[in-house]
């Protein structure tokens, strides 16, 4: 079967740096994306990865490794606004976008 | 410039009745979705469709239905709505299919 796994819930300091993990299963592979949803709102694009790599965007940066089924999404500088569900999406073969179930972000003072 | 637009944004509905939630986009994208998104769960695809008059059956399309009659509108009904329906449903969009998705602000729908 097809599933993306990835933290629950991480709690960060302001300021601070996070990472948060997210590993895939597919029936093939045709890239990598990461949403934010803050509370109540819709999710945003922050960033597609197709090529093993880093992927730098401000604060935020984006890792792939496709030998391992395995993508991070790395945010500097934490801001109180970071506070927000991160969702994690492979594109399958079938050009379909398998969701992990989001990781909460809070950040603390 | 508005994106994509939903209706209702919420609504609270009796099992039983019939319901449809309104979809629009403004930006010509060829590709569009319903996904429905509940506490702990990842979004599931509901139906799509990559052009318009074309529509396909996504992860969970029971007790749904939806048409493409232009590249606009994309709208979701539910027959008859039953309890487990109660969701949060999302509308979005994509230029090529493949590509970073726009979504709508949502509907939440309650079934009682």
């Known amino acids: 079967g097809q599933n993306i796994d990835q933290p629950t819930e991480m709690t960060a300091t302001e300021g601070a740096i996070v990472q948060i993990n997210c590993t895939y299963q597919?029936?093939?592979?045709?890239?990598l994306f990461w949403y934010q949803q803050h509370a109540g709102e819709a999710p945003t694009f922050l960033s597609y990865?197709?090529l093993d790599g880093l992927e730098e965007k401000g604060r935020f940066s984006s890792f792939l490794s496709r030998s391992k089924g395995y993508s991070y999404l790395l945010l500097k500088e934490l801001q109180m606004k970071d506070s927000a569900s991160y969702l994690c999406?492979?594109?399958?073969?079938?050009?379909?976008?398998?969701w992990g179930a989001g990781t909460k972000l809070i950040i603390k003072p | 410039i508005a994106g994509i637009t939903q209706a209702p944004t919420s609504q609270i509905l009796a099992a039983g009745r019939r319901m449809t939630l309104r979809c629009t986009q403004d930006?010509?994208?060829?590709?569009m979705y319903w996904y429905r998104q509940d506490l702990g769960l990842g979004l599931r695809l509901i139906h799509y469709s990559n052009t318009a008059g074309t529509t396909g059956k996504g992860e969970v399309p029971d007790g749904y239905s939806v048409s493409r009659a232009n590249t606009d509108d994309f709208p979701l009904t539910l027959a008859s709505a039953v309890p487990s329906q109660t969701s949060v449903y999302f509308c979005?969009?994509?230029?090529?299919?493949?590509?970073?998705?726009?979504f709508g602000e949502g509907s939440r729908l309650t079934v009682l």
């Open positions: 990865n197709v």
């Open positions: 930006m010509r994208h060829n590709a």
């Open positions: 597919t029936s093939g592979f045709n890239g």
């Open positions: 999406a492979a594109l399958d073969s079938n050009y379909q976008l398998i």
């Open positions: 979005a969009s994509s230029d090529s299919g493949t590509g970073e998705l726009f």
